[in-house]
């Protein structure tokens, strides 16, 4: 987010030095540089996503694996859910 915010404090709105065409032109620059900024963020955003929700089905199949030494009480299990 803050290379979002630089990118677009390079703006030349207020720019007197400029015609509106040069403003147009930058302002296309800028807006170019915020969407690829912005498409950056979400790839890091969803690669993130995709690792802790990896993360989390390793965990719950580790949790709720099957165990030897619990078989009798996993095997009755069903049948209270079930009522």
């Known amino acids: 987010m803050t290379n979002t915010h630089i990118a677009l404090r390079d703006s030349v709105e207020n720019d007197a030095t400029r015609n509106s065409v040069q403003r147009h032109e930058v302002a296309g620059v800028v807006a170019g540089r915020t969407v690829e900024v912005l ?45």
């Open 39 to 83: 498409q950056k963020a979400k790839a890091t955003t969803e690669s993130r996503a995709e690792v802790l929700f990896n993360d989390g089905v390793a965990q719950a199949e580790r949790e709720f694996t099957l165990r030897a030494n619990h078989a009798r009480l996993e095997s009755e299990i069903p049948a209270y859910v079930y009522l």
